[in-house]
């Protein structure tokens, strides 16, 4: 079993759609937590990152961690075509800047307008 | 500026091959770090370095995967005798000194296909 749960979809919404997206988490060491958008044949981009449980808030985004249930979410509101991508979470160990990233599989959405 | 790049793109190789796939991290970052990502699957660690020490190389798949970078900017991800679940994207990722776990700077990626 993988440390780290994503669904793959692929997800198709219409345009202005409230999208969720979710992982989930066995190993409790994990503490610091991103969400990245990956486009067709590019490298990940940083999209949003939290530290501790909670929510973080920027613009048409929200990341929403919950550690005692192992479970992040990342919402995105009015999504857009442009919103087409994949969408990776990630999770680190430590809060430095050498260590390594352990990634979900990635979920596919498409916004269609 | 300019960021994390990576060459070739693209790469065929016939299973046995050996192939070298470079990175050219963002300037003055000390940390590099390469992944590889299968087709429909998340990226996946392969080997971190700070300057040009190899600090963890705990995700290198087999002895077949060498990685080095050897003046602490460039780095080459070798693979000898290739073979087809080499295929995959390998990624290059770069951080600057004093960066917090989310600043991590990814390259295009090479896309390399054994056939």
């Known amino acids: 079993q993988k440390e780290v749960e994503q669904d793959p979809g692929p997800l198709s919404v219409p345009e202005g759609a409230i999208v969720s997206l979710n992982c989930t988490y066995s190993n409790s060491a994990f503490q610091y937590f991103m969400w990245y958008r990956q486009y067709s044949r590019k490298g990940p981009e940083l999209l949003m990152y939290t530290y501790s449980s909670g929510n973080k808030e920027d613009g048409r985004f929200t990341a929403q961690v919950d550690k005692s249930s192992k479970y992040i979410s990342l919402f995105i509101r009015d999504s857009q075509p442009s919103d087409s991508a994949t969408y990776l979470c990630a999770m680190s160990k430590l809060g430095g800047g050498g260590n390594k990233l352990t990634f979900g599989t990635g979920t596919q959405l498409k916004v269609e307008l | 500026g300019a960021g994390v790049s990576q060459s070739p793109r693209y790469k065929v190789a016939k299973r046995g091959q050996d192939v070298a796939l470079r990175c050219d991290p963002i300037?003055?970052?000390?940390?590099l770090f390469w992944y590889q990502q299968a087709l429909g699957q998340g990226p996946e660690f392969l080997t971190y370095f700070q300057n040009e020490a190899q600090l963890d190389k705990s995700g290198l798949p087999s002895d077949r995967f060498f990685a080095e970078r050897p003046e602490g900017s460039v780095s080459t991800l070798k693979i000898q005798r290739t073979q087809q679940e080499d295929s995959a994207v390998y990624l290059c990722?770069?951080?600057?000194?004093?960066?917090?776990?989310?600043?991590?700077?990814f390259g295009p990626g090479t896309r390399l296909t054994v056939t």
């Open positions: 990722a770069s951080s600057p000194e004093g960066a917090k776990f989310y600043e991590q700077y």
């Open positions: 300037s003055g970052h000390v940390s």
